[in-house]
């Protein structure tokens, strides 16, 4: 019951914050597919190696598959706009689903999830360029940077199409970018 009450204080202040979609499933729902992780580098991404939150500098899939039976829920973020022709514009609403993962995050927390745990959707992008571009330079916002969903395995797509959320593959008309937070 004081979870409940919890959890529904997180939502709250997501839905206040603005974001396009926000949903509870259970952490079981989560879809984990190692062939995510091989698309970092087949074909290869610019950010493969050169971004600290992007692999091969986070766990393995097979950790996180780990990690993640050790959670029991978690909460679904989305923040969807009409596409326009500058991409930028693709990136800033990248970096807004950051900013209320870390915000979900931190209230998650505070309510008493303390091992919640948030990733974003694409990879952090809090620095025109990324301190990893350097090898050995440290992270300039260690607290602030999160991992995308897909850096660590999971399949973005079949885990919202199995929540009930929103998903357009391949992007036309709209960009949205998912995140999660696991309680
Ligand atoms: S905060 Fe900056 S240095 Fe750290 S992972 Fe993000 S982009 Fe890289």
């Given at each position: 019951?004081?979870?409940?009450?919890?959890?529904n204080?997180?939502?709250?202040?997501?839905?206040?914050?603005g974001?396009?979609?926000?949903v509870?499933?259970p952490?079981?729902d989560?879809?984990i597919?190692?062939?995510?992780?091989?698309?970092?580098?087949v074909p290869?991404?610019?950010?493969?190696?050169?971004?600290l939150?992007?692999?091969p500098?986070?766990?393995s899939v097979?950790?996180?598959r780990?990690?993640?039976d050790?959670?029991?829920?978690?909460?679904?973020?989305?923040?969807s706009?009409?596409?326009?022709?500058?991409?930028?514009?693709?990136?800033?609403?990248?970096?807004?689903?950051?900013?209320l993962i870390?915000?979900?995050?931190?209230?998650?927390?505070?309510?008493g999830?303390r091992?919640?745990?948030?990733f974003i959707?694409s990879?952090?992008r809090l620095?025109?360029?990324?301190?990893?571009v350097?090898p050995?330079?440290?992270?300039?916002?260690?607290?602030?940077?999160?991992?995308?969903m897909?850096?660590?395995?999971?399949?973005?797509?079949a885990?919202?199409?199995?929540a009930?959320?929103p998903?357009?593959?391949p992007?036309?008309?709209?960009?949205t970018w998912?995140?999660?937070?696991?309680?």
């Open positions: 019951m004081i979870e409940e009450k919890a959890l204080a997180i939502i709250k202040k997501l839905k206040e914050s974001v396009s979609h926000v509870v499933i952490a079981e989560i879809v597919d190692e062939r995510v992780r091989l698309k970092c580098q290869l991404c610019e950010s493969y190696n050169k971004n939150t992007c692999p500098n986070v766990p097979d950790e996180f780990r990690v993640l050790r959670f029991t829920r978690a909460i679904l973020v989305q923040m706009d009409t596409l326009t022709e500058n991409r930028q514009d693709a990136f800033v609403l990248a970096n807004r689903l950051h900013e870390n915000l979900g995050e931190t209230e998650a927390f505070k309510v999830f091992f919640a745990m948030g959707g990879c952090c620095c025109d360029e990324c301190a990893g350097i050995g330079e440290p992270c300039r916002f260690p607290f602030k940077a999160r991992p995308s897909s850096a660590m395995g999971i399949d973005v797509i885990t919202a199409t199995k009930g959320l998903v357009e593959f992007v036309s008309d709209t960009v998912t995140g999660i937070i696991l309680l």
